[in-house]
């Protein structure tokens, strides 16, 4: 079993940057293969980036290459969300999830987090 609590969001202008950060709790952290998605109103959850447990290789969405950066400091516990370049049509609650298994951009993982908004303004 594993918590995960999501933290960092808030209200940011277009162009400026938030990092999330995901604390862990419970069984071993670097057991689990990380990841973030997001839903935006009325819209379904999508993938957005994951990463391994060692953190050597990750996968981020082709629509956000380049923009969002996932990273994992398995010392503290904790995988984070870098966001560069924001957009309004970022807004969404951000999640990240825990999967015992390899690395997937499907939603199939095991532990979710409760999420953090995150509001980009025109």
């Known amino acids: 079993q594993v918590q995960l609590v999501e933290s960092g969001g808030g209200l940011v202008q277009a162009g400026g940057s938030l990092r999330l950060s995901c604390a862990a709790s419970?069984?071993?952290?670097?057991?689990?293969?990380m990841g973030w998605f997001r839903q935006a109103p009325g819209k379904e959850r999508a993938f957005v980036a994951t990463?391994?447990?060692?953190?050597?290789?990750?996968i981020v969405a082709d629509s956000l290459k380049g923009r969002f950066t996932i990273s994992r400091d398995n010392a503290k516990n904790t995988v984070y969300l870098t966001m560069n370049s924001l957009k309004p049509e970022d807004t969404a609650v951000y999640y990240c999830a825990a999967r015992i298994r390899a690395l997937t951009t499907s939603d199939d993982y095991d532990y979710w987090g409760q999420g953090t908004q995150v509001t980009v303004s025109s």
């Open positions: 990463i391994t447990r060692s953190g050597a290789s990750t």
């Open positions: 419970g069984r071993a952290f670097s057991s689990y293969t």
